[in-house]
Nanobody, 124 residues
Framework: QVQLVESGGGLVQAGGSLRLSCAASGRTFSTYTMGWFRQAPGLEREFVAAIRWSTGITYYADSVKGRFTVSRDNAKNTVYLEMNSLKPEDTAVYFC?????????????????WGRGTQVTVSS
């Protein structure tokens, strides 16, 4: 079955960096869109970034543009989220998602599969 497993979260000071990984298995994802979302306590899940696996085209939320970079490794079937210049407001559980037909990359309902998430905590 399809599995998305996130890793790389942790505790970091403001201004620091983390790299999240999402290992995908269970099918070929070459035609999928892979998204990263995050959810802070008491808030709705929000879009962070996405990448079209086939073309490498990337999308970002305004709040992370210029600080975060999404990429994929075809050989490892893994998607990454490189996070730099982290801020306390970036603190959240980060989720990886995969969707076969994603017309609006920021819409949570467009994705078919989700990982369980990894916690990112940024201290001030």
């Amino acid at each position: 079955q399809v599995q998305l497993v996130e890793s790389g979260g942790g505790l970091v000071q403001a201004g620091g960096s983390l790299r999240l990984s999402c290992a995908a298995s269970g099918r070929t994802f070459s035609t999928y869109t892979m998204g990263w979302f995050r959810q802070a306590p008491g808030l709705e899940r929000e879009f962070v970034a996405a990448i079209r696996w086939s073309t490498g085209i990337t999308y970002y939320a305004d709040s992370v543009k210029g600080r975060f970079t999404v990429s994929r490794d075809n050989a490892k079937n893994t998607v990454y989220l490189e996070m730099n210049s982290l801020k306390p407001e970036d603190t959240a559980v980060y989720f990886c998602a995969a969707g076969r037909v994603v017309t609006v990359v920021s819409g949570t309902t467009k994705y078919d599969f989700w990982g369980r998430g990894t916690q990112v905590t940024v201290s001030s």
